[in-house]
Nanobody, 124 residues
């Protein structure tokens, strides 16, 4: 399994970015696909997830209503559309994949597969 993120960058507060995670070596229907983020000195934080069949999505309270997770099966790619960005959204964003149960999706140690991360910086 290989996950490759892209789309990070520098944006002003209130702006938007769309992150992409291109997956290979897995079938979407067998994996939860999730986004986490991390800042220096802090633990990796859950951001959003999509269920195996794509029918359910999950968001942390801090991004609910601003971020949207989606996927394109044909491209084997998961997206995170981030709108109304805030300086506190600044972090290294990671894509993760796991054949896990719903109650585990919030916990980074449950995911065996990770991308290398893409930096998002929001200026005030």
């Amino acid at each position: 399994v290989q996950l490759v993120e892209s789309g990070g960058g520098l944006v002003q507060a209130g702006g938007s970015l769309r992150l992409s995670c291109a997956a290979s070596g897995l079938t979407f229907n067998n994996y939860y696909m999730s986004w986490f983020r991390q800042t220096p000195g802090k633990e990796r934080e859950f951001v959003s997830a999509m269920s195996r069949n794509g029918g359910s999505t999950y968001y942390s309270d801090s991004v609910k209503g601003r971020f949207t997770i989606s996927r394109d099966r044909a491209k084997n790619t998961v997206y995170l559309q981030m709108n109304s960005l805030k300086p506190e959204d600044t972090a290294l964003y990671y894509c993760a994949a796991g054949r896990i149960i719903t109650s585990s999706l919030w916990f980074p140690d449950k995911y065996p597969h990770w991308g290398q991360g893409t930096q998002v910086t929001v200026s005030s």
